[in-house]
């Protein structure tokens, strides 16, 4: 990987140190230029023009194709969504629930995990087991906390594939064998997978896993995808529809219904500028070897951890060694708030990194175009930050 050839494309990384990629990945130069080209078409031929629109539909069945092809599934199973949080609804709200049936999920999730959760227990009147989790919890310690969880009334789990609270990866390989043994669904929120690490979905085994295009893959934002195993399809009825959702050539009084199709939960006008982003978004990502981006990252978060663990009054709430680690590092400072050190470090050191609350901490995001340099830059501020 050359590493200065590719960061000579991410113009971000020419003026701060931006380790906020598991907020929002900086878009490279091919990704904005994709988009202005769009536009550019769009406007000098005109949008509704017959070459324009068909243009359009060719980008989008691009994008499936590569996205497919990078996540290991068919294009049949997938459905371009605008964010993460859209994904998750389509499986929450179209489920066929019953009063009673439980989910489980966990108490460092995002809101766009519990909401859902939540929502549907005043909807349905299910229940939602909120599994308490530590930000450095141990693998072992999860699957068993699951295991017990399990009733004969469990009907899905839901969880982050990398808690954005402190880095810590799921072992959803392990929880999805546990899954499939006792008849349980598995939506993972991939906010913080994919692009981060290697993915490989049919091999992971999971039903839904729902993504942004906007985080580690460094698309526009305002994308993303979900994926829905094949069998599943029908299981899930789209809660808005339109013509994707039926067959084509019947009036609205006589239509059929398509439960197979994925597409049935895409609705009419998009913006193929964004679109287009996004796909090259994955034609850069796809520069990459396997395995290089998740294993720069870890890497980087492992000189952070270390040069963190070396200031007096810091203390790092991501896991520190095993598999349980990623790019995500997590820490406090005695003295600071999370905020006012972000802050801090933003005006006065062109660092870009974030709070997290619940627990209360600072995240970096260590991205595979982040360097060794800039994680000591971070590390030597934090020094001469300490009260
Ligand atoms: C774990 C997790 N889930 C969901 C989201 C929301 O993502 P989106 O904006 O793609 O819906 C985030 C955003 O930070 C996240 O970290």
């Known amino acids: 990987m050359d590493i200065e050839k590719l960061r000579s494309q991410i113009p971000v990384t020419q003026n701060v140190v931006y380790m906020n990629t598991g907020w929002s990945g900086p878009s490279p130069t091919p990704v904005m230029d994709a988009i202005i080209k769009r536009l550019e078409i769009e406007s000098t031929l005109g949008p509704a023009s017959p070459q324009v629109l068909e243009s359009g539909r060719a980008t989008r069945q691009d994008l499936r194709e590569a996205l497919a092809t990078f996540l290991h599934v068919s294009p049949l199973e997938l459905t371009l969504t605008q964010n993460t949080t859209e994904g998750q609804n389509i499986v929450m709200n179209g489920l066929d629930w019953k009063p009673g049936d439980e989910v489980i999920t966990f108490s460092l999730e995002h809101n766009s995990v519990l909401v859902p959760c939540y929502y549907l227990e005043r909807r349905h009147g299910t229940v939602t087991k909120v599994l308490p989790l530590e930000p450095a919890e141990d693998q072992e310690s999860i699957v068993a906390k699951v295991e017990a969880a399990i009733t004969p009334r469990t009907k899905l789990i839901f969880m982050s594939h990398i808690q954005f609270k402190s880095g810590l990866r799921m072992p959803i390989e392990q929880l999805q064998e546990l899954a499939r043994f006792k008849g349980v669904l598995t939506l993972i929120d991939g906010a913080q997978g994919v692009g981060h690490i290697d993915l490989d979905l049919r091999e992971l085994g999971v039903d839904f896993y729902a993504m942004p295009g906007h985080k580690w893959m460094?698309?526009?934002?305002?994308?993303?995808?979900?994926?829905?195993?094949?069998?599943?399809?029908?299981?899930?009825?789209?809660?808005?529809?339109?013509?994707?959702?039926?067959?084509?050539g019947h009036g609205y009084e006589d239509f059929v219904a398509k439960p197979q199709d994925i597409q049935k939960f895409e609705l009419t006008t998009t913006n193929d500028a964004l679109w287009s982003g996004y796909r090259a978004a994955i034609k850069f990502k796809e520069q990459l070897e396997v395995g290089e981006a998740e294993e720069r990252s870890l890497k980087l978060a492992s000189r952070a951890k270390a040069a963190l663990a070396a200031i007096p009054g810091a203390s790092i709430t991501s896991p520190l060694e095993g598999p349980g680690c990623t790019g995500l590092v997590t820490f406090s400072v005695a003295g600071w708030e999370p905020k006012e050190l972000v802050d801090a470090l933003e005006a006065q050191e062109e660092i870009s990194i974030r709070a997290v609350s619940d627990p209360a901490n600072v995240r970096m995001s260590l991205a595979f175009f982040n360097t060794e340099e800039e994680v000591d830059r971070v590390a030597d501020a934090v020094r001469r930050m300490v009260k």
């Open 218 to 248: 460094m698309g526009p934002d305002g994308v993303g995808s979900l994926y829905i195993r094949e069998e599943l399809i029908p299981k899930v009825l789209p809660m808005k529809v339109s013509g994707h959702a039926v067959d084509s």
